[in-house]
């Protein structure tokens, strides 16, 4: 069965009804701290959580929406805290329906109310043909007539049925009758409906998805008392995770406590960890050598009126990395959580009998956004068996490429809301949206791993199309698999080189000549500091010999690039070679004093030369030359 929609109708900070979505792999509620994320995931696991757990059962007096207490109080109703609706899967309905005959189940989609009483009402049951039933069973039974098939459509419950049987003494109409019993116990008193309520009770219930939820509470602890394990005092989500440990290592605790030596039970641990670690250094890259060492001593302490001493078991839970062991609590957060929901995860894989949806509370935040990567890996392939729901603020938890699985949580003064993330105009809800979709443009700039870094768009433009121009003419061109990166700015180029080292990407850099010294003085220190080599930084007065500085736009002759100036700023008079002082290197600051100003756009003339086509520009040797200079030079700086 999947979970296809959730209703929150009155649940802590819920207030009014909030219907979303659920998808069929992962679907992420995103929202800034107390909008209610935690809420819905508690709203949902309390509707058939995995194991008996007082906290995961609905209390009004926690649970139902504070300032509407009373009046609920008041009113002697038990209300609805959510609403789920389910889809069977295909094998759930073949099942049925070669029990109840083919073609005889009409919908496959039910819904389900919880209470805060702990009672359920189904808002939408299985739907049957009714008809058709009667004729597949009785047929199957041999005791097909249209009279007893029209008397048997009227049935409702087992006295109905009793009355039918009572018109029949032959053995094969009994007989056939009292098979067809189980199909109107009607134990849940469904009225006039005991056919779907048998499919309810009898297929549906029984696999209908337990809920795991697990946030960072319920990380292990370093220190388990396993006299407090065996009496079951788990007051800390931290305990449970002790517990289902145990559990899962086939320990029972009270042979423990009665054995003196613990080599075995410690064996039984250390298998466990084995398998739990094999699953977590598939995905985790940030250390593999990282190990979990179990050990138990006898402590002796005293009772609560500080005479009597007694013995406490302890379970030392330790992490070991090159030949150096911490408590467990003293390690990274990050590889606790991870650790510690593969105990939960592997305890529920254990349960074949079962479906299982997972509830996943923040995950991953205190990981490393790589780290996270890891993680959103590990979901991915989680969901080949699993649904997941999981709440994040973090951008590196939202895969921009599906932002269909996104519903934002917002907190407002009716209550929490939640809806799909493009309706949402809160700008602190949509940051992390926002947030993960730079940082997939930004990774996108290097998805490959050589990159020529300039200084601007416009630099990115007029040298792409260049590139365009020359291979169209069978000259060399920009190497395919180099990335043009516009830092913005040359005073920002040191940072971008500084911030690629670590990322195993090959780097270099086209620049214009310096004229600011502290840029100048920034570009030194990166190479001063072996961040960069200085053979891996060209700069364009390199390529023309006429000039001790210049600009990209230097490449072009000047007839060629006025051509382009003129054509995109027809607000200024068109300027013309000799309007302009030669005595100056670089044409961009010749334009400047012609024209009386501070500094123009040079991204028109680029975006002018798209406009026109590159193809279609009368473009001079002279300038086709410098271009393809500086190309062949470029390209080989790239192993």
Same mark, same amino acid.
């Given at each position: 069965?999947?979970?296809?929609?959730?209703?929150?109708?009155?649940?802590?900070?819920?207030?009014?009804?909030?219907?979303?979505?659920?998808?069929?792999?992962?679907?992420?509620?995103?929202?800034?701290?107390?909008?209610?994320?935690?809420?819905?995931?508690?709203?949902?696991?309390?509707?058939?959580?995995?194991?008996?757990?007082?906290?995961?059962?609905?209390?009004?007096?926690?649970?139902?929406?504070?300032?509407?207490?009373?009046?609920?109080?008041?009113?002697?109703?038990?209300?609805?805290?959510?609403?789920?609706?389910?889809?069977?899967?295909?094998?759930?309905?073949?099942?049925?329906?070669?029990?109840?005959?083919?073609?005889?189940?009409?919908?496959?989609?039910?819904?389900?109310?919880?209470?805060?009483?702990?009672?359920?009402?189904?808002?939408?049951?299985?739907?049957?043909?009714?008809?058709?039933?009667?004729?597949?069973?009785?047929?199957?039974?041999?005791?097909?007539?249209?009279?007893?098939?029209?008397?048997?459509?009227?049935?409702?419950?087992?006295?109905?049925?009793?009355?039918?049987?009572?018109?029949?003494?032959?053995?094969?109409?009994?007989?056939?009758?009292?098979?067809?019993?189980?199909?109107?116990?009607?134990?849940?008193?469904?009225?006039?409906?005991?056919?779907?309520?048998?499919?309810?009770?009898?297929?549906?219930?029984?696999?209908?998805?337990?809920?795991?939820?697990?946030?960072?509470?319920?990380?292990?602890?370093?220190?388990?008392?396993?006299?407090?394990?065996?009496?079951?005092?788990?007051?800390?989500?931290?305990?449970?995770?002790?517990?289902?440990?145990?559990?899962?290592?086939?320990?029972?605790?009270?042979?423990?406590?009665?054995?003196?030596?613990?080599?075995?039970?410690?064996?039984?641990?250390?298998?466990?960890?084995? $398998?739990? %670690? !094999?699953? *977590?250094? =598939?995905?985790?890259?940030?250390?593999?050598?990282? +190990?979990?060492?179990?050990?138990? @001593?006898?402590?002796?302490?005293?009772?609560?009126?500080?005479?009597?001493?007694?013995?406490?078991?302890?379970?030392?839970?330790?992490?070991?990395?090159?030949?150096?062991?911490?408590?467990?609590?003293?390690?990274?957060?990050?590889?606790?959580?991870?650790?510690?929901?593969?105990?939960?995860?592997?305890?529920?894989?254990?349960?074949?009998?079962?479906?299982?949806?997972?509830?996943?509370?923040?995950?991953?935040?205190?990981?490393?956004?790589?780290?996270?990567?890891?993680?959103?890996?590990?979901?991915?392939?989680?969901?080949?068996?699993?649904?997941?729901?999981?709440?994040?603020?973090?951008?590196?938890? $939202?895969? %921009? !490429?599906? *932002?269909? =699985?996104?519903?934002?949580?917002?907190?407002?003064? +009716?209550?929490?809301?939640?809806? @799909?993330?493009?309706?949402?105009?809160?700008?602190?809800?949509?940051?992390?949206?926002?947030?993960?979709?730079?940082?997939?443009?930004?990774?996108?700039?290097?998805?490959?791993?050589?990159?020529?870094?300039?200084?601007?768009?416009?630099?990115?433009?007029?040298?792409?199309?260049?590139?365009?121009?020359?291979?169209?003419?069978?000259?060399?061109?920009?190497?395919?698999?180099?990335?043009?990166?516009?830092?913005?700015?040359?005073?920002?180029?040191?940072?971008?080189?500084?911030?690629?080292?670590?990322?195993?990407?090959?780097?270099?850099?086209?620049?214009?000549?310096?004229?600011?010294?502290?840029?100048?003085?920034?570009?030194?220190?990166?190479?001063?500091?072996?961040?960069?080599?200085?053979?891996?930084?060209?700069?364009?007065?390199?390529?023309?010999?006429?000039?001790?500085?210049?600009?990209?736009?230097?490449?072009?002759?000047?007839?060629?690039?006025?051509?382009?100036?003129?054509?995109?700023?027809?607000?200024?008079?068109?300027?013309?070679?000799?309007?302009?002082?030669?005595?100056?290197?670089?044409?961009?600051?010749?334009?400047?004093?012609?024209?009386?100003?501070?500094?123009?756009?040079?991204?028109?003339?680029?975006?002018?030369?798209?406009?026109?086509?590159?193809?279609?520009?009368?473009?001079?040797?002279?300038?086709?030359?410098?271009?393809?200079?500086?190309?062949?030079?470029?390209?080989?700086?790239?192993?």
């Amino acid at each position: 069965m999947k979970l296809k929609s959730v209703e929150i109708l009155k649940y802590k900070s819920f207030e009014e009804s909030q219907l979303f979505e659920v998808e069929d792999d992962i679907t992420i509620l995103v929202g800034m701290n107390e909008s209610g994320k935690t809420s819905a995931l508690e709203a949902i696991a309390k509707t058939n959580y995995f194991q008996e757990d007082d906290a995961f059962e609905f209390n009004v007096t926690h649970d139902y929406p504070r300032k509407e207490k009373k009046k609920m109080d008041k009113s002697g109703v038990d209300p609805v805290a959510i609403r789920c609706t389910y889809e069977l899967s295909q094998e759930l309905a073949n099942n049925i329906q070669a029990d109840l005959g083919k073609d005889t189940l009409t919908s496959t989609s039910i819904t389900i109310d919880s209470k805060y009483g702990g009672g359920t009402t189904w808002s939408t049951t299985p739907k049957v043909d009714k008809k058709k039933f009667i004729a597949s069973q009785t047929k199957k039974l041999g005791i097909s007539s249209k009279l007893l098939n029209e008397k048997l459509e009227k049935v409702n419950s087992l006295d109905d049925l009793e009355l039918v049987k009572e018109q029949y003494s032959e053995e094969k109409y009994t007989n056939g009758l009292e098979s067809l019993e189980k199909y109107f116990e009607n134990e849940w008193k469904w009225k006039n409906d005991a056919i779907s309520e048998y499919i309810a009770r009898t297929y549906i219930k029984p696999n209908k998805p337990k809920f795991l939820y697990y946030d960072e509470y319920f990380s292990l602890p370093s220190r388990i008392s396993i006299e407090e394990l065996e009496s079951n005092k788990l007051e800390n989500s931290e305990d449970k995770t002790a517990k289902a440990l145990f559990e899962l290592s086939d320990i029972d605790t009270s042979e423990l406590l009665e054995s003196d030596s613990f080599e075995d039970f410690i064996a039984e641990l250390e298998a466990t960890e084995a $398998i739990i %670690s !094999g699953e *977590l250094f =598939r995905y985790w890259n940030s250390n593999k050598n990282l +190990s979990i060492t179990f050990q138990v @001593d006898k402590k002796e302490k005293t009772d609560p009126a500080g005479n009597t001493k007694v013995v406490e078991h302890i379970l030392d839970i330790r992490v070991k990395s090159k030949g150096v062991s911490l408590p467990l609590k003293n390690r990274s957060k990050g590889f606790n959580w991870f650790f510690s929901f593969l105990v939960w995860f592997k305890k529920i894989q254990e349960d074949a009998s079962s479906s299982y949806i997972l509830l996943l509370d923040e995950p991953g935040l205190n990981l490393h956004a790589s780290a996270q990567a890891d993680l959103l890996t590990f979901l991915e392939d989680l969901t080949e068996d699993y649904q997941i729901i999981y709440t994040t603020h973090s951008p590196f938890m $939202i895969p %921009s !490429g599906k *932002l269909n =699985r996104v519903r934002t949580v917002l907190e407002t003064d +009716s209550g929490s809301t939640i809806s @799909d993330s493009i309706q949402e105009k809160d700008p602190n809800t949509l940051f992390p949206l926002q947030a993960a979709l730079g940082y997939d443009i930004a990774q996108n700039l290097f998805i490959n791993n050589k990159n020529l870094l300039v200084e601007g768009v416009s630099d990115l433009i007029i040298l792409t199309a260049m590139s365009g121009r020359l291979e169209a003419e069978s000259r060399t061109c920009l190497r395919t698999d180099v990335t043009i990166v516009p830092t913005g700015g040359l005073e920002k180029v040191a940072t971008f080189i500084s911030l690629l080292r670590g990322s195993d990407l090959q780097t270099a850099c086209l620049l214009d000549s310096y004229t600011d010294p502290k840029g100048k003085a920034k570009m030194d220190k990166v190479v001063a500091d072996k961040i960069i080599h200085q053979n891996k930084i060209r700069y364009f007065d390199e390529f023309l010999d006429s000039h001790n500085k210049a600009d990209l736009e230097d490449l072009f002759k000047k007839d060629d690039y006025l051509k382009l100036f003129n054509s995109a700023f027809q607000e200024h008079p068109d300027i013309k070679v000799n309007d302009l002082n030669s005595g100056i290197n670089q044409i961009i600051i010749q334009i400047n004093n012609h024209l009386n100003i501070d500094r123009y756009n040079h991204y028109r003339p680029a975006n002018e030369m798209v406009k026109l086509g590159v193809d279609r520009l009368r473009l001079s040797d002279e300038t086709l030359d410098n271009f393809e200079k500086v190309f062949q030079d470029i390209n080989s700086l790239y192993c």
